[in-house]
Protein backbone atom coordinates (compact mmCIF):
# COMPACT_ATOMS: atom_id res chain seq x y z
CA UNK A 1 0.00 0.00 0.00
CA UNK A 2 2.57 2.17 0.54
CA UNK A 3 6.59 2.74 -1.38
CA UNK A 4 9.39 4.54 -0.97
CA UNK A 5 10.22 6.42 -4.04
CA UNK A 6 13.43 8.55 -4.71
CA UNK A 7 13.49 11.83 -6.16
CA UNK A 8 16.14 14.76 -7.02
CA UNK A 9 14.46 18.17 -6.93
CA UNK A 10 16.09 21.85 -6.40
CA UNK A 11 14.06 23.24 -3.11
CA UNK A 12 13.79 26.94 -2.22
CA UNK A 13 14.53 28.14 1.52
CA UNK A 14 13.44 31.38 2.39
CA UNK A 15 14.80 34.10 4.39
CA UNK A 16 12.31 33.10 7.27
CA UNK A 17 13.59 29.40 7.27
CA UNK A 18 17.09 30.10 8.22
CA UNK A 19 16.69 29.94 12.04
CA UNK A 20 15.97 26.52 11.91
CA UNK A 21 18.81 23.78 11.49
CA UNK A 22 19.11 23.05 7.49
CA UNK A 23 17.94 19.62 7.29
CA UNK A 24 14.80 20.78 9.35
CA UNK A 25 14.49 23.92 6.99
CA UNK A 26 14.79 21.73 4.02
CA UNK A 27 12.37 18.66 5.21
CA UNK A 28 9.63 21.20 5.95
CA UNK A 29 10.06 22.99 2.63
CA UNK A 30 9.89 19.27 0.92
CA UNK A 31 6.67 18.22 2.95
CA UNK A 32 5.67 21.70 1.69
CA UNK A 33 6.29 20.93 -2.14
CA UNK A 34 5.29 17.16 -1.81
CA UNK A 35 2.69 16.47 1.06
CA UNK A 36 -0.92 15.60 -0.15
CA UNK A 37 0.12 15.78 -3.87
CA UNK A 38 0.18 13.23 -6.80
CA UNK A 39 2.69 13.00 -8.76
CA UNK A 40 1.52 10.92 -12.36
CA UNK A 41 2.38 7.41 -12.46
CA UNK A 42 3.99 7.14 -8.40
CA UNK A 43 1.22 7.70 -6.60
CA UNK A 44 -0.03 10.38 -3.59
CA UNK A 45 2.84 11.65 -1.78
CA UNK A 46 2.63 11.55 2.20
CA UNK A 47 5.40 12.77 3.25
CA UNK A 48 9.62 12.69 3.67
CA UNK A 49 11.17 9.65 4.75
CA UNK A 50 14.62 10.68 4.42
CA UNK A 51 17.08 13.20 2.99
CA UNK A 52 19.77 11.25 0.91
CA UNK A 53 21.99 14.15 -0.45
CA UNK A 54 22.10 17.61 -0.16
CA UNK A 55 24.27 20.21 -1.95
CA UNK A 56 25.67 23.51 -0.27
CA UNK A 57 22.98 26.08 -0.93
CA UNK A 58 23.31 28.89 -3.35
CA UNK A 59 21.44 32.40 -2.70
CA UNK A 60 19.48 33.81 -5.10
CA UNK A 61 20.50 37.29 -6.55
CA UNK A 62 18.56 40.11 -4.85
CA UNK A 63 15.66 37.62 -3.28
CA UNK A 64 17.65 35.81 -0.51
CA UNK A 65 16.42 32.90 -1.43
CA UNK A 66 18.63 29.88 -0.63
CA UNK A 67 18.81 26.73 -3.55
CA UNK A 68 19.46 23.39 -2.36
CA UNK A 69 20.12 20.42 -4.82
CA UNK A 70 18.42 17.60 -2.75
CA UNK A 71 17.90 13.67 -3.34
CA UNK A 72 15.16 12.97 -1.03
CA UNK A 73 12.57 9.42 -0.16
CA UNK A 74 9.10 9.90 -0.10
CA UNK A 75 6.47 7.74 1.34
CA UNK A 76 3.81 7.20 -1.20
CA UNK A 77 0.09 5.57 -0.88
CA UNK A 78 0.20 3.29 -4.19
CA UNK A 79 -1.95 -0.40 -3.60
CA UNK A 80 -1.15 -2.85 -6.09
CA UNK A 81 -3.46 -5.04 -7.75
CA UNK A 82 -5.17 -7.16 -5.55
CA UNK A 83 -4.69 -5.87 -2.96
CA UNK A 84 -7.10 -6.08 -0.18
CA UNK A 85 -7.97 -3.07 2.33
CA UNK A 86 -9.70 -1.88 5.27
CA UNK A 87 -11.95 1.12 4.13
CA UNK A 88 -15.12 3.29 5.17
CA UNK A 89 -18.37 3.49 2.69
CA UNK A 90 -18.62 7.23 2.44
CA UNK A 91 -21.75 7.23 -0.17
CA UNK A 92 -23.50 4.93 -2.57
CA UNK A 93 -25.66 5.82 -5.51
CA UNK A 94 -27.13 3.09 -8.47
CA UNK A 95 -23.65 3.65 -10.59
CA UNK A 96 -21.95 1.97 -7.42
CA UNK A 97 -19.99 2.39 -3.67
CA UNK A 98 -17.59 5.41 -3.14
CA UNK A 99 -15.04 4.23 -0.35
CA UNK A 100 -12.61 6.45 1.60
CA UNK A 101 -9.10 5.86 3.74
CA UNK A 102 -8.55 8.18 6.78
CA UNK A 103 -6.19 10.39 4.09
CA UNK A 104 -7.76 9.61 0.42
CA UNK A 105 -11.01 9.09 -1.11
CA UNK A 106 -11.16 8.39 -4.27
CA UNK A 107 -11.78 4.78 -4.12
CA UNK A 108 -15.25 3.63 -6.10
CA UNK A 109 -17.20 0.00 -6.49
CA UNK A 110 -18.99 -0.30 -9.24
CA UNK A 111 -22.15 -1.84 -9.32
CA UNK A 112 -20.85 -4.75 -11.69
CA UNK A 113 -18.06 -5.35 -9.18
CA UNK A 114 -20.36 -5.99 -5.75
CA UNK A 115 -21.51 -9.59 -4.89
CA UNK A 116 -23.83 -10.89 -7.64
CA UNK A 117 -27.57 -10.60 -6.37
CA UNK A 118 -27.02 -7.08 -4.79
CA UNK A 119 -29.48 -4.36 -5.84
CA UNK A 120 -29.62 -0.50 -4.88
CA UNK A 121 -32.25 0.96 -2.80
CA UNK A 122 -33.26 4.20 -4.09
CA UNK A 123 -35.39 4.93 -0.45
CA UNK A 124 -32.42 4.30 1.57
CA UNK A 125 -29.56 5.41 -0.42
CA UNK A 126 -27.79 2.08 0.28
CA UNK A 127 -26.51 -1.75 -1.71
CA UNK A 128 -28.14 -4.73 -0.23
CA UNK A 129 -26.94 -8.16 -1.00
CA UNK A 130 -29.73 -11.00 -0.69
CA UNK A 131 -27.56 -14.18 0.48
CA UNK A 132 -29.27 -17.44 1.36
CA UNK A 133 -32.90 -15.41 1.67
CA UNK A 134 -31.00 -12.58 4.26
CA UNK A 135 -30.63 -8.83 3.40
CA UNK A 136 -27.31 -7.74 3.80
CA UNK A 137 -26.59 -3.97 3.74
CA UNK A 138 -24.05 -1.77 2.47
CA UNK A 139 -24.44 0.75 5.39
CA UNK A 140 -22.64 4.46 5.17
CA UNK A 141 -19.70 4.74 7.50
CA UNK A 142 -19.52 0.95 7.72
CA UNK A 143 -15.96 -0.65 7.27
CA UNK A 144 -15.37 -2.33 4.37
CA UNK A 145 -12.51 -4.87 2.72
CA UNK A 146 -11.95 -4.00 -0.68
CA UNK A 147 -9.80 -5.30 -3.36
CA UNK A 148 -7.67 -2.99 -5.90
CA UNK A 149 -8.84 -3.75 -8.99
CA UNK A 150 -7.24 -0.77 -11.22
CA UNK A 151 -5.98 2.80 -11.25
CA UNK A 152 -7.09 5.88 -12.87
CA UNK A 153 -4.37 8.70 -13.88
CA UNK A 154 -5.58 11.45 -15.15
CA UNK A 155 -3.27 14.55 -16.42
CA UNK A 156 -4.20 17.81 -14.24
CA UNK A 157 -2.05 20.29 -17.16
CA UNK A 158 -3.24 23.59 -16.71
CA UNK A 159 -6.11 24.89 -19.14
CA UNK A 160 -5.11 28.01 -21.50
CA UNK A 161 -7.76 30.81 -20.63
CA UNK A 162 -8.43 30.65 -24.64
CA UNK A 163 -10.45 27.49 -23.89
CA UNK A 164 -11.25 27.67 -20.27
CA UNK A 165 -14.97 28.19 -20.94
CA UNK A 166 -15.32 24.90 -22.60
CA UNK A 167 -13.43 23.36 -19.76
CA UNK A 168 -15.40 24.50 -17.23
CA UNK A 169 -17.81 22.84 -18.64
CA UNK A 170 -16.30 19.44 -18.65
CA UNK A 171 -16.06 17.72 -14.76
CA UNK A 172 -12.61 18.10 -13.62
CA UNK A 173 -11.56 14.22 -12.93
CA UNK A 174 -9.08 13.63 -9.59
CA UNK A 175 -5.86 13.18 -11.00
CA UNK A 176 -5.56 9.19 -9.00
CA UNK A 177 -8.35 7.34 -8.38
CA UNK A 178 -8.61 3.50 -7.57
CA UNK A 179 -11.33 1.19 -8.59
CA UNK A 180 -11.90 -2.15 -6.47
CA UNK A 181 -14.35 -4.76 -6.32
CA UNK A 182 -16.28 -6.31 -3.08
CA UNK A 183 -17.45 -9.38 -5.04
CA UNK A 184 -15.24 -12.32 -3.10
CA UNK A 185 -15.40 -13.95 0.13
CA UNK A 186 -13.75 -11.67 2.76
CA UNK A 187 -14.62 -8.46 0.98
CA UNK A 188 -17.34 -6.17 2.23
CA UNK A 189 -18.55 -4.71 5.24
CA UNK A 190 -16.23 -6.40 8.21
CA UNK A 191 -19.25 -7.59 10.33
CA UNK A 192 -19.96 -10.34 7.72
CA UNK A 193 -17.63 -12.20 8.17
Known sequence: ???????????????????????????????????????????VCI??????KASE??????TGIVNVNVEFRLVVFRPFKGEIILGKISSSSSQGIKVRLDFFDEITVPAHLLFEGS??????????????????????N??????????????????????????????????YAIQASMAQSGLGPVAWW
Open 142 to 175: EIVHFRVESEDWNDQSPVAPSERGAAAAMERKSP
Open 57 to 62: GLIGHG
Open 47 to 52: CMYDLL
Open 1 to 43: MFILTTISDLIQISPQDFQKPSGEAIEDNINTKYANKVIQKIG
Open 119 to 140: RFDHNEQVWIWTSDGAELYFDK
